[in-house]
């Protein structure tokens, strides 16, 4: 069981370029999230979708699309890339967003735009 | 707004204690969470707490005062590979978690 895999591990991305950030889970959970993490500041929610077919946005949307399409598959757009979206990107999942559910975080993805 | 409080560093000897607290001020509260991130890793659970009051996992305990808006989470016979970040999240009215920044515990030999 791979549990959630994200790809790809780093990018580095023009200014301006179109960039999607995948990630796949086979835990069957029906709730996903994306986050990014910068130094000295907490994760902060992007967008998350509680079962597929919805999406919702978290504190940072501005810049991020996502689509779920199915429950497996999350996918993370940055249509136009700007250099203050360069971080470390997670997604996670868990079995819903209530209850003692945890989040599981896949191994994360390192994107420098310059 | 909502805010999580956590000390940005702490260091402590290998084989001793560490408490590591956590405060917080967010729009409703539907439980905290810990989670340890090793360096360029990601996030593992570690703990939850709804009720007030201290549950035990192994070397790990985590306290929940919700009168206080407090929280913390106790290390015992602190290992090496205990040398990680450790992060307190709160999970608000709306069941999104709110992350704190992040402990980075340094264990010393």
């Known amino acids: 069981i791979a549990g959630i895999t994200q790809a790809p591990t780093s990018q580095i991305l023009a200014a301006g370029r179109r960039m999607t950030l995948r990630c796949t889970q086979d835990?069957?959970?029906?709730?996903m999230y994306w986050y990014r993490q910068d130094l000295g500041l907490g994760l902060r929610l992007i967008h998350y979708?509680?079962?597929?077919?919805?999406?919702g946005k978290g504190e940072v949307p501005d810049g991020y699309s996502v689509s779920r399409a199915n429950t497996d598959d999350f996918p993370l757009t940055l249509a136009s890339a700007v250099p203050s979206q360069t971080s470390v990107y997670f997604c996670?999942?868990?079995?819903?967003?209530?209850?003692?559910?945890?989040?599981?975080f896949g191994p994360g993805t390192r994107l420098t735009v310059l | 707004g909502q805010n999580i409080d956590q000390p940005t560093e702490m260091t402590a000897t290998e084989g001793a204690i560490v408490q590591i607290n956590c405060t917080y001020q967010?729009?409703?509260?539907?439980?905290l969470f810990w989670y340890q991130q090793h360096a360029g890793e990601a996030p593992t659970f570690l703990s939850y707490?709804?009720l007030d009051g201290l549950e035990e996992k192994g070397r790990f305990s985590s306290f929940l005062s919700r009168s206080k808006g407090y929280s913390y989470l106790l290390l015992k016979e602190l290992q090496m590979k205990d040398s990680a970040s450790y992060l307190c999240?709160?999970?608000?009215?709306?069941?999104?978690?709110?992350w704190g920044a992040g402990t980075k515990l340094i264990i010393k030999p």
């Open positions: 967010t729009s409703g509260f539907n439980g």
């Open positions: 999240a709160v999970r608000d009215s709306n069941y999104q978690l709110i």
């Open positions: 979708s509680n079962t597929a077919g919805t999406t």
């Open positions: 707490n709804v």
């Open positions: 996670a999942s868990s079995d819903s967003a209530q209850g003692a559910d945890t989040q599981y």
């Open positions: 835990m069957r959970h029906n709730a």
